[in-house]
């Protein structure tokens, strides 16, 4: 999720944004919304679900989504992304055959596609498909702690630029 989250950032994540849920059976009782484009996720890995991982959804239920020539389109229109990683231009190992292009693939009903905002290094949905609703813990929203382990002076660890930062 390079450059909106960095490694040693710790987030804060609503878990009450979409709803109420009851606990180890991840059931709504109390729907409060559903993701929007845009939002970052936190989410039960769908190939581990013991691992939680964060990405952007970029596809909602309905939306047909292509990426043609590294760009993304959604429901055929281009989307602006000024929050993506662009200076890394190196494919994946493995990778470079959908680095550039994908889709069209629909967005079935409860379920959403969701990508890293590091591009090229990001493993999500075109690798392992959808989210389902029921997978999702909640909406990161806030930097509370950034920690820079490769630094040697204890002080130049804290990333106190980044604490308190509002994630969009």
């Known amino acids: 999720m390079i450059p909106t989250l960095n490694i040693g950032d710790h987030i804060l994540v609503s878990k009450f944004t979409y709803g109420v849920r009851l ?3 991840w059931t709504t009782v109390i729907p409060l919304g559903l993701p929007k484009r845009g939002d970052v996720i936190v989410f039960r890995f769908p190939e581990d679900e013991s691992k939680d991982f964060i990405k952007r959804v970029v596809g909602i239920p309905g939306d047909t989504i292509v990426i043609k020539d590294g760009v993304l389109y959604v429901n055929e229109i281009a989307q602006k992304e000024d929050y993506i990683n662009r200076e890394d231009n190196e494919p994946a190992p493995n990778r470079a055959q959908i680095r550039g292009g994908f889709g069209p693939i629909t967005v079935p009903e409860a379920s959403y596609f969701v990508m890293g905002d590091n591009r090229n290094h990001s493993l999500d949905s075109r690798f392992w498909g959808f989210v389902e609703n029921s997978k999702i813990k909640g ?15 204890w002080m130049d660890k804290i990333r106190f630029n980044r604490i308190g930062k509002i994630i969009r």
Do not use: G, H, N, V
Not at 141 to 146: D, Q, R, T, V
């Open 23 to 25: 606990p180890f059976i």
């Open 139 to 153: 909406r990161a929203f806030l930097i509370y702690w950034s920690w820079d382990a490769e630094q040697t002076d």
